[in-house]
């Protein structure tokens, strides 16, 4: 801060040994065995990560509030470093806030006994996703609560090298200006800028992991746990509420260490990445499915499926019906929606055989028999995990500028040619259009409003404005506020959807 | 006097026309009854061969003798079964369920289609349709009465009523007033059977599903082509002893089919058809816990095959310990759904073995207190959770006390005055689970609430006492 703040005078400089002092008082709660501080400092001789874990060390949001760093911090605009007001916005308006508080209320309760899974606090199965699973062995502060659900630690890193290097006056100095994957190794700090790690945070849980004991299981639907629903990084990071800047947003030095090009497509980039990367996390969940699956001569869990593909009305004149269907009728399909965006930005790039030939044949295997062949399916997932974890690579390395973003906005709005396959997936396009305007707007282009209200509001049926906020009920299944849920997605029509979509492109223009 | 020999020889002219025209549309017909059957295979003959006036063609009003062929063609919706398989809707469901593009597919072709909408009996096609019988008179009289060509000239002999059943059969007649043989025609069709298997491919495709109860499907037949007076005029217990033939039969078709499905590797499996509908097919907004599944499938809850049998079956009596034990088992490899094809196929196989010769032992027309009883046992199971309530297994029950009901209305028997309102109340509830009343056949009852069965339990129990 000494970098940015020499010009703000005396009051300022008394604040900062105020804080300081602060700092050092919680560096002392924080660093509970001796040494850990010395090396905290120590910024330049940071030991590599390698071979040697890092100390874990869970903290509560108390302890990026004090010394006024993350709360109530002065809000200056365009804002310094960092908002200041980060716990304010999380508090007030985040539903991973209210994470554990799910657990704990009458349809958490409800869930838990009919699952017969005990006390909310010791559910291992909920808390990976509602809160977080502490490890033998790691350190837990003082500050830390359960009740914080998805807290600061969950998605910033569990480790008390970063927290005290870029907290404390004599080191932070330093510690700000190494690069984002040195202060990821070496210290703990989660890079969240890079979409590619950021989606696989969000994603292990809003899409599942096994590895890290992340995945909503059916039976935990059939207990009333909402369905999940399809998963896309940029907006739902917007409208969490965003509690960070955009690299766009930030002080000139900032976006110059940090290498930002100001007329690039900044949140389409991590739409197209976080794309790639959701899909590619679905697929290995599923492939992890599939292993035991096949190894124990067991079904996949169904909730690796499409699951308006069974929970759907019955009736003679079903959309369904009429659906150009990739397999036989009557085979459960996978949820298709993770493949779109990913499918979309290939052919942005040239080709798209490629993913072509590998989606069907895990459709193949999919459709082989009711609720598929696991032994094909894990193969086949395994393969496209592999294309999205490249295409994700590809996607990261080609920033989308003046030339190439452009040509976005159109090849999004080219999947609308042909019906989505189902809510969900139309849903992906609508999030990506909205992304895409985002980005058009700051970058000062002309976006016609009427469509966007289309897009966004009740009239398209998409429901791309997330429920968020405090203490707001689930968006489907028991307990949703009916209200709500006027648009479930079960009910969504592909075709009376592409007749409004016409409508509203045809008058837009 | 010449105006007599006139009329003595136009008679005989217009006889010997009789008989010539007659030669054309009857096989052969032979003045004495053959003492058997001839060894070559009986064929069909066709419609036409029943529809003269003289004899089933009378156009009286339906149910009357005589008019069976003309009430047939009129009102029974067995007569449009073929027509159906022209309709637009049956060329896109085949190709739907072939995966072909909609103008290859043709139904009218398709062995599967015709081996219900035509002719039982799936090694015909349309090929083998010989002579007069025509596919386009749909599902017609030798459908259920047999294929015709040795007893339809034997039939309307004097000698023909001095025969039994079993020698009948040996003219390839079927014995339709045989309630357990009547039970049988049907069951190929509305429950399914070797390559005639309406499964959950074909369902998904458009097809509706099947859900066949005896008692009740022959209740709403209201173009029936004889009298029920007649029935039970035979069988004063016609009303009771149509619905355990049926539970039973109908049952047994069910594990035949099941056994067929888990043994044929070609064909899906798991196959869905065989569980609840709604366990699945229900929508996922607002409330959804009081569905009896929660999450896992539910099996054979139409066809009385979910492991706890309610008291009031009369399969209750023909499985022993063992048998019991084999439905337990069946039940839960079905629940699990894995791999167990071949283990369900010969549990399945085992258990309808046991039923070969069921229904000529069962119990007669229960007293009200037997009925009172059953309800009371099946509430206590639903209590102590051993039978989860659902729609299918709450309708079987409402059948079962509605043929209860049909039957003490037919002996002029006096019945609990509540009884009757009280069944209508549960006939709305049953109706109003499905989504529309519209094609409800395609609906699943997905908005049944399955804590109602106690109360209506509650209530049958208390007009019984």
């Known amino acids: ?509 | 006097m010449g105006r007599l020999f006139g009329l003595i020889l136009g008679l005989i002219g217009l006889s010997s026309l009789c008989s010539a025209l007659c030669s054309q549309i009857l096989p052969s017909p032979k003045p004495d009854l053959p003492s058997s059957a001839s060894p070559t295979e009986p064929y069909l003959v066709g419609a036409g061969s029943c529809s003269a006036s003289g004899c089933h063609n009378a156009n009286g009003h339906s149910g009357t003798k005589g008019s069976e062929y003309s009430t047939w063609i009129a009102s029974d919706p067995h007569a449009q079964a073929s027509s159906v398989l022209g309709s637009d809707r049956s060329q896109k469901m085949l190709a739907r369920y072939l995966g072909k593009s909609a103008n290859t597919a043709d139904p009218q072709k398709e062995p599967l289609c015709l081996s219900c909408h035509v002719f039982p009996d799936p090694t015909l096609n349309q090929g083998s349709y010989t002579g007069r019988f025509s596919a386009a008179d749909g599902v017609s009289c030798e459908a259920c009465h047999g294929k015709a060509s040795q007893w339809v000239s034997a039939h309307y002999q004097e000698s023909w009523k001095t025969l039994s059943s079993a020698e009948k059969s040996k003219f390839g007649f079927v014995d339709t007033k045989n309630l357990a043989i009547r039970t049988r025609t049907c069951v190929p069709c509305h429950v399914g059977e070797k390559e005639m298997d309406v499964n959950h491919d074909l369902i998904a495709a458009g097809h509706p599903r099947l859900r066949f109860e005896m008692g009740s499907f022959l209740a709403n037949y209201s173009s029936r082509h004889w009298r029920q007076t007649d029935e039970i005029a035979r069988d004063p217990n016609h009303s009771w002893n149509i619905w355990t033939r049926g539970q039973v039969i109908t049952t047994k078709a069910a594990l035949e089919l099941l056994s067929y499905r888990g043994n044929q590797k070609t064909k899906p499996w798991p196959e869905l058809s065989e569980y609840n509908c709604a366990a699945c097919h229900h929508s996922l907004s607002g409330f959804y816990g009081n569905l009896p599944s929660h999450g896992k499938m539910l099996f054979g809850t139409w066809s009385n095959l979910s492991g706890n049998l309610p008291a009031y079956s009369p399969l209750n009596s023909l499985w022993d310990k063992k048998a019991k034990e084999d439905l337990g088992s069946l039940t839960r490899l079905m629940v699990k759904i894995g791999s167990h094809r071949a283990e369900v196929g010969s549990l399945a196989e085992k258990l309808a073995k046991k039923l070969d010769h069921g229904t000529s032992h069962l119990a007669p027309p229960p007293s009200p207190k037997e009925v009172r009883t059953w309800i009371e046992a099946y509430e206590r199971s639903i209590k102590e959770n051993k039978i989860k309530p659902n729609w299918d297994q709450d309708t079987q029950t409402y059948i079962m006390l509605r043929a209860y009901f049909q039957h003490a209305r037919d002996l002029k028997k006096e019945v609990p005055p509540n009884l009757e309102n009280h069944l209508g109340e549960l006939q709305d509830d049953l109706t109003s689970a499905f989504q529309t009343n519209t094609n409800s056949i395609l609906h699943s009852p997905e908005n049944y609430d399955s804590k109602l069965s106690r109360k209506w339990l509650q209530k049958f129990g208390e007009d019984l006492r």
């Not at chain 1, 897009?455 to 707001?472: A, F, I, M, P, Q």
């Open chain 1, 1 to 509: 801060m000494s970098t940015y703040s020499s010009n703000r005078g005396f009051w300022r400089g008394l604040t900062l040994g105020v804080a300081f002092f602060g700092l050092t008082l919680f560096l002392n709660l924080l660093t509970l065995r001796p040494g850990v501080r010395g090396e905290s400092i120590a910024v330049s001789k940071a030991e590599p990560a390698a071979g040697k874990p890092l100390p874990k060390l869970y903290f509560g949001s108390k302890a990026c509030a004090s010394a006024g760093c993350h709360e109530k911090g002065q809000v200056t605009d365009p804002p310094l470093l960092c908002r200041g007001d980060e716990l304010d916005r999380f508090k007030a308006h985040d539903r991973h806030a209210d994470a554990y508080n799910a657990m704990t209320g009458k349809l958490g309760r409800d869930i838990l006994k009919r699952l017969n899974m005990g006390e909310p606090q010791t559910a291992t199965d909920c808390l990976a996703c509602h809160s977080v699973n502490i490890e033998k062995g790691a350190t837990k502060h003082e500050s830390f609560q359960l009740e914080e659900g998805v807290g600061c630690v969950v998605c910033h890193g569990a480790h008390e090298r970063w927290v005290g290097s870029h907290s404390l006056v004599i080191s932070r100095s330093a510690f700000r200006i190494l690069p984002r994957e040195t202060k990821e190794s070496d210290y703990g700090m989660t890079d969240l800028w890079d979409p590619a790690k950021r989606t696989a945070l969000c994603a292990s849980c809003h899409v599942g992991n096994q590895e890290q004991g992340k995945f909503v299981t059916h039976d935990m639907y059939a207990a009333g746990h909402p369905p999940l629903q399809g998963f896309e990084v940029a907006s739902w990071s917007n409208q969490m509420p965003r509690h960070w800047q955009l690299l766009r947003e930030k002080p000139k030095v900032v976006q110059k260490i940090q290498g930002h090009n100001s007329s690039v497509w900044e949140e389409s980039q991590l739409m197209l990445v976080g794309s790639a990367i959701t899909l590619r996390e679905s697929m290995r969940l599923l492939a992890s499915h599939a292993k035991t699956a096949s190894i124990n001569g067991e079904m996949l869990d169904w909730a690796l499926f499409d699951c308006y593909a069974c929970h759907h009305p019955l009736g003679p004149r079903s959309w369904r019906q009429n659906q150009t269907h990739p397999g036989k009728p009557g085979r459960v399909p996978l949820k298709t929606w993770p493949m779109v965006l990913p499918g979309m930005g290939e052919k942005l790039l040239g080709s798209k055989e490629e993913v072509d030939q590998l989606t069907r044949e895990l459709e193949n295997a999919t459709y082989s028999r009711p609720f598929g062949d696991p032994k094909k399916m894990q193969l086949a997932s395994e393969k496209i995990a592999h294309w999205a974890d490249a295409i994700a690579k590809s996607f990261a390395s080609q920033p989308l500028d003046q030339k190439t973003g452009p040509k976005l906005g159109s090849e999004l709005l080219k999947i609308w040619q042909a019906p989505p396959r189902d809510f969900d997936s139309a849903r992906q396009t609508g999030w990506a259009l909205l992304t895409y305007h985002s980005d058009e707007a700051a970058l000062g282009r002309n976006i016609n409003k009427e469509w966007l209200k289309f897009l966004e509001g009740y009239e398209s049926g998409l429901d791309l404005k997330l429920k968020t906020g405090r203490g707001v009920r689930p968006a489907r299944g028991e307990g949703a506020n009916p209200k709500q849920d006027d648009s479930p997605p079960d009910q969504f029509h592909p075709d009376g959807f592409m007749g409004k979509l016409k409508f509203y492109l045809q008058e837009g223009k």
